[in-house]
């Protein structure tokens, strides 16, 4: 695990201000939707940190952004990621890609080639394909690239990892994971989550990859070997939900061309079985907790809408001692939200420092096989290998 984990939980996010190399890190941000706002919120807490650059495809949108933001002499009126990376009077060392899903890949490795660390936002690509020519874009520029989940920053997430580790369960045989919503289709600033064209998968890629995230983490990311994956659209193509309410229920039918519901079964090196669904629309209120079973014990996740943050509740340890079966209950730890922060402080600190990937694509290179396998199998109706060349 690179150094950046270690960050102290407790820190105080706003007394970050380390004396660097003698100058600022320069970044850019690629992309300045929803979650830029998130970037640059942490940015900004960041006195080492100048952002310089910003790009978006829709004409102005960039600009409004930085204002709305109170940042100011940011150059911005790049038409495109491209425009902003070939510009060397930049001097980058950072860019944070924010693009919708379609638009991870490109970004990257143009920025990767440039000689450009990358933090890029979740999931990892759209395809397997696509991230393993990223992978080859990252190997070939020894530079940083950091794949933005927030949760393995989080206190109980590690504590799920941890757990899993120490041996307490036993050799683990069995993974039950997922979560989703009964209705929660994300359509707050228009259609980039719902479109073919811009998202490519639904659900599996918004949600999905992060309940992946928080188990295969927890056992040491196995290599998937197969998937018998199923999704299904039934909420998004109904007029009378997605879009509805703000009287675009047809429009949004129309345009719906993603999985708002997932599910597989996935047989992962080691012998371990991996139980998977996860739903951005359903008609029931939770399709259940998170398990792990073990020849020793099993361990119990409270649910959540979605494992972008932490878990739902304490954890429970299902085990024996001297014979009687028991529960161990492990309290959640309960303090202020830094994951967000941690996860683009430990991304700048490794590009500051030497260090590695804080979430390095050697391990989400599986989430993305997994997603992808899961559509790949959904397509054809039958059960999948996963393969993975040299990268
Ligand atoms: N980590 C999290 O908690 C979290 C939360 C929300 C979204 N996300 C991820 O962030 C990504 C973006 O989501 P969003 O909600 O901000 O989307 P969004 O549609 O609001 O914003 C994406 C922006 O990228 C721009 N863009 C696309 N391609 C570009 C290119 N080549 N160059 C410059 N600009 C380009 C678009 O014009 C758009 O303004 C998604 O992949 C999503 O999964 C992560």
Redesign the pocket.
Known sequence: MAQNTQLDPNQSVQDEAKTITGRKLRVGI?????????HMDQYKKMADVEVVAG????PG??AEFFKKHGVENVKCD?????E?LDDESLQLDAVSI???????A??TIYALKKGVNVVL???FTVTLDEAIEVMRAEKESGKILSI???PRFDPNMQQVKKICESGVLGDIYYILTGGGRRRGI?T???T??IEEK??GLGAL??IG?YSLDMVLNAVGYPKPLTVSGYKSDFFGKDPKYCGYKQGKGEEYAKLFGVDDFAAAFVRLEGGIILDFRIAWAMNINTPGDTIILGTKGGLRIPSTDCW?GSVGGDLTIYHEVAGVQTQTIIPMIQQPDQN?YK?MRSFLDAVRDGGKAPVPTSQILYNQAILDGIARSSDLGAEVKIEIPEI
């Open positions: 690629i992309g300045t939707g929803w979650i830029a706002g998130a790009a978006d495809l829709i949108k960039a790049y038409p495109s990621h491209k902003m924010c693009t919708y899903n379609r638009q991870h490109e970004p936002e979740k999931p933005g989940f927030q994300p707050p600033f228009g980039s989550f811009t998202a890629a918004d990859c972008n967000f996860k």
